[in-house]
């Protein structure tokens, strides 16, 4: 079974562009969630989603936002990039969204924003 | 609210044994996870503790009191690819989420 892709593997962006990351889960898992990891901040939870649904979402700015697709796929959006924004982020997608789901990580999308 | 500490970096030596500690104060608590991240690699799963007490797999153990609000990963007959950041997350459903909160992840250096 493959396991879950993230598209690009790393990315170089100017301040103020946008980004769009793609994510694709495990087949058959249903529940995709995003992350945000800096050395200083650890991992830090963006959102989360389930059958299309934004379920839950961390404590980012509006700039940051999301969506699922009826194949469970999901992409992330950032808009008006800010130099803080570099960061690796973090796809993992789990079976549904209850408390015996675990979850498993992509590779990551390694952005640079100068 | 939710904070989980675990120390930044700790060196051992190949073939010790090394314990990793995790203590979390959490509203509600429902399953503690450990994941190990190489440089530039995604977190992989290693053990999850939901009840208290030990479980092992291999060279590697997890213990939880959640008493306590306190864990460790236990990492025997250290190898030189042990080296890696070690992630505690704990999932707390008070907020209506099952969506764990991790910590800042322990960096550990294995030498010869």
């Known amino acids: 079974k493959a396991g879950v892709t993230q598209t690009p593997r790393y990315l170089i962006k100017t301040r103020g562009q946008q980004v769009t990351l793609s994510c694709s889960p495990i087949?058959?898992?249903?529940?995709v969630s995003w992350y945000q990891q800096t050395p200083g901040q650890g991992l830090q939870f963006l959102f989360e989603?389930?059958?299309?649904?934004?379920?839950n979402k961390g404590n980012f700015p509006g700039r940051f936002s999301g969506r699922q697709f009826s194949n469970s796929r999901s992409e992330m959006n950032v808009s008006t990039l800010e130099l803080g924004d570099s960061a690796l982020y973090l796809c993992?997608?789990?079976?549904?969204?209850?408390?015996?789901?675990?979850?498993?990580f992509g590779p990551g999308t390694r952005l640079t924003v100068t | 609210g939710q904070n989980i500490d675990q120390p930044t970096e700790m060196t051992a030596t190949e073939g010790a044994i090394v314990q990793i500690n995790c203590t979390y104060q959490?509203?509600?608590?429902?399953?503690l996870f450990w994941y190990q991240q190489h440089a530039g690699e995604a977190p992989t799963f290693l053990s999850y503790?939901?009840?208290?007490g030990l479980e092992e797999k291999g060279r590697f153990s997890s213990f939880l009191s959640r008493s306590k609000g306190y864990s460790y990963l236990l990492l025997k007959e250290l190898q030189m690819k042990d080296s890696a950041s070690y992630l505690c997350?704990?999932?707390?459903?008070?907020?209506?989420?099952?969506?764990?909160?991790f910590g800042r992840g322990t960096s550990l250096i294995v030498h010869p």
């Open positions: 959490t509203s509600g608590f429902n399953g």
């Open positions: 087949s058959g898992h249903r529940s």
């Open positions: 503790n939901v009840l208290d």
């Open positions: 993992a997608s789990s079976l549904d969204q209850g408390a015996s789901s675990e979850q498993y």
């Open positions: 989603y389930f059958s299309e649904t934004q379920r």
């Open positions: 997350a704990v999932r707390d459903p008070s907020g209506g989420s099952y969506i764990p909160t």
